[in-house]
């Protein structure tokens, strides 16, 4: 026991070591010269002996000035009381905006217990937004925020609805408006109303039939050209790559401009028309924004504008065709993974566009469809083609082969069974069911993104058979796609396995490209097939279908040639007959330009894509051996082929591949001819992007064609 005591102090040394002591607050000191109450700043001083004098430089330039902001709401000045209801991180106030004890800063749950323990309601005027100012609109918005951004603020009684007299520059605005949708010059009609929007008394003096043409020339589908098809292929990173705009920054800048217009004109105390919320859903229909679709709704509720056919097609479309964006439209697929992620309610991007279940798509779309019928609205075939989709998003295949038996009297078991009788239905040619090639896209993907391909290609062809039907390119094109998706070899640990052969994509090509159909497959096709004789090792075909791929590349740098030529012709002609004769044509061409320039640059990067593949494939075929006519062929014939003009920019710097007795390595670009192709692009660039500067848009001025950069050639001038 004396041994023991003796040992204590070493052994509470010990203790104290180990054991951390706890961190003590510091106190909170008063200046004994101005009397502000305020925390230390100091580390280590916890009684009230400094001053604004006495801190360090470094802490000095902590102390920023107040800024009404979320991430300075908090600073190091003078901390306020707490009381109950204070949030730590309070939300957005207003910059002049004032609290004191009583009332302390953005204290809502505050306010809401003193209402409701004195009986007063708190009527606040939020300090109102300064009129003309452009609200962006978010991709990403929810429904809430959407109308938190476009809050309805009450028309103020000096603002008239209606001018008797307009002053000369207001008949001059609306004379230009005129012409501008005369002509379907949409940007230039943008670049006139936006000194209306700066007050919405202004807006308000434009007829009302001359808004609707306004909205109906903006919610096209013309206005895009073929910008979002080329997207649909191409994925932020190659956008990033390709020195394009991505394409969820183009719909938010494009919504913001829709939205605003309609905004300012319902702030100016017009309502708007049945017509006009067409065309709103429509152009939410046409960007693939769901949100922004239920936003345009909840407006025509509030105007108690009834729905027609029109609003519910597009209101039904932009919500089942809610992918544009590529995160999105990679999960299409339903696999056991993406459905079970679609199932949670705390599902974020890219699973939250379908919810499925509860609140999920298939309730949404038959909720829609049962009040389009309760509303006595006629039915067309967008109607029923919307609802197809929507049930095949949530995997009810049963569901779609009902419709399909109801609407039209196509029954899929039976034709799955061999039977070829005509469909019980035969509608008239003036029916708004009568079917298009618009079912014939609808089936291939229902069924593709289910993973049933050859029900697909039989219900296709039975009903194009019966009802005398075109299948067109865009059919085609889904289904390549989607045997590509179904026969593209993953590894084992993957939750869905492919389920077709990679036989099915070389069938189905070799089908369309025969009579009747004869169709000239796209670059997305040639992509998919390259991809499928790539990963079978068909070297010798593979190089034949890059040829012909090849060809397809030539066919686009002649396209932009062509609508260079067209747009330089047009402002050539302006400048000489006069300022906004022919707005319109010159913006249509520049957008033709665009799209040609966007084709062109999308075939240059699938024969990179290409050329890398290609070489892989010929390591493997060259592992065969000598004596293999097969590997010969390739590695001896058709890779040399690579580095000849033709194939010349597409190839890396460096080629390295095996041969059947050796190996080869070669380095086909000098870094001064890299150079050389940089200054070239340079040039190029340049002289395109002064001919659209010819003629300055609003809007999309810059989304294909921009200013163009480059390290090495800035590096390189650095260096000269």
């Not at 079917?435 to 593709?448: D, H, K, Q, S, V």
């Amino acid at each position: 026991m004396a041994a023991l005591v003796a040992r204590l102090p070493s052994l509470e040394a010990r203790t104290i070591a180990i054991v951390p002591r706890p961190r003590r607050k510091s106190k909170s000191w008063v200046c004994g010269e101005c009397g502000v109450k305020r925390a230390s700043t100091l580390t280590g001083i916890t009684n009230g002996n400094t001053h604004d004098g006495m801190l360090l430089d470094t802490q000095k330039r902590r102390e920023r000035p107040w800024r009404s902001s979320l991430a300075t709401m908090y600073s190091n000045k003078r901390p306020e009381p707490r009381t109950p209801g204070h949030s730590r991180i309070a939300p957005y106030r207003d910059r002049d905006a004032s609290f004191s004890l009583a009332e302390p800063a953005d204290m809502r749950l505050w306010r809401l217990l003193r209402q409701r323990s004195t009986g007063q309601v708190d009527r606040r005027v939020r300090r109102k937004r300064a009129p003309g100012l452009w609200r962006h609109v978010s991709n990403s918005a929810t429904i809430d925020e959407l109308h938190q951004l476009f809050e309805e603020d009450e028309l103020d009684a000096a603002t008239p609805t209606a001018a008797p007299q307009l002053i000369p520059e207001m008949k001059k605005m609306i004379e230009n408006i005129g012409s501008a949708v005369r002509q379907g010059a949409a940007d230039w009609l943008l670049k006139i109303l936006s000194p209306a929007l700066l007050e919405a008394k202004n807006m308000a003096l434009i007829e009302d039939d001359n808004f609707t043409e306004i909205l109906a020339l903006w919610c096209s589908r013309d206005h895009f050209e073929n910008l979002i098809d080329h997207h649909l292929a191409i994925t932020d990173t190659g956008a990033k790559v390709m020195r394009l705009t991505p394409m969820q920054d183009i719909i938010e800048q494009y919504l913001s401009v829709v939205t605003n217009i309609a905004y300012v004109r319902r702030k100016s105390g017009c309502r708007l028309s049945q017509e006009q919320y067409q065309h709103l859903l429509n152009a939410a229909h046409i960007t693939g924004s769901g949100t922004v679709a239920h936003f345009y709704w909840d407006w025509m509720s509030q105007d108690q504008v009834t729905p027609d056919a029109n609003c519910y097609a597009n209101y039904l479309g932009a919500n089942v065709w809610n992918d544009m964006l590529p995160a999105y439209r990679e999960r299409s697929h339903l696999t056991p993974f993406n459905l079970m992620a679609r199932e949670s309610p705390h599902a974020g991007r890219p699973f939250d566009n379908y919810q499925i279940r509860h609140g999920g798509i298939k309730q949404f779309v038959t909720q829609i469809f049962s009040a389009l019928t309760r509303d006595s609205v006629q039915t067309n075939e967008d109607h029923i083609c919307h609802v197809m989709v929507g049930l095949a998003r949530e995997g009810d295949v049963k569901g779609v082969q009902k419709m399909l038996l109801r609407t039209w009297g196509v029954d899929v078991a039976s034709i799955m069974a061999d039977n070829d009788n005509p469909p019980s239905k035969r509608l008239s040619q003036d029916s708004p069911l009568k079917p298009t090639e618009r079912l014939l896209t609808t089936i291939a993907f229902c069924y593709g993104i289910n993973s049933d391909l050859p029900t697909a290609l039989r219900v296709v062809d039975y009903v194009s058979r019966h009802y005398t039907l075109t299948t067109s390119p865009a059919v085609w094109k889904l289904l390549v796609n989607w045997a590509y998706v179904l026969s593209y070899y993953r590894r084992a640990r993957s939750d869905f396995q492919s389920t077709l052969d990679p036989q099915a994509v070389i069938s189905i090509w070799e089908t369309m490209q025969a009579p009747p159909y004869e169709i000239v497959p796209s670059l997305d096709m040639f992509d998919k097939l390259v991809r499928t004789l790539g990963a079978t090792q068909h070297a010798g075909d593979m190089f034949t279908v890059m040829t012909a791929g090849m060809e397809q590349r030539q066919a686009d740098k002649q396209a932009v040639a062509a609508a260079q030529a067209e747009l330089e012709s047009l402002i050539t002609s302006e400048t000489a007959s006069g300022p906004k004769d022919n707005q319109g044509a010159i913006e249509r061409a520049q957008r033709s330009f665009e799209s040609a320039i966007l084709a062109a640059q999308r075939s240059a990067k699938y024969l990179k894509s290409w050329t890398r593949l290609f070489l892989m494939v010929t390591d493997l075929v060259a592992k065969s051996g000598p004596g293999n006519s097969l590997a010969e062929q390739v590695c001896y014939r058709d890779a040399p082929k690579l580095l000849g003009s033709a194939w010349r920019p597409f190839t890396e710097r460096e080629i390295a591949y095996d041969l059947p007795t050796g190996h080869l390595q070669i380095k086909s670009l000098r870094g001064w001819q890299v150079k050389k192709m940089h200054e070239r692009l340079r040039e190029q660039t340049e002289a395109r992007k002064d001919l659209l500067d010819a003629n300055v848009r609003a809007l999309g001025h810059e989304w294909v064609v921009k200013e163009f950069r480059s390290r090495r050639l800035d590096r390189a001038e650095g260096r000269a």
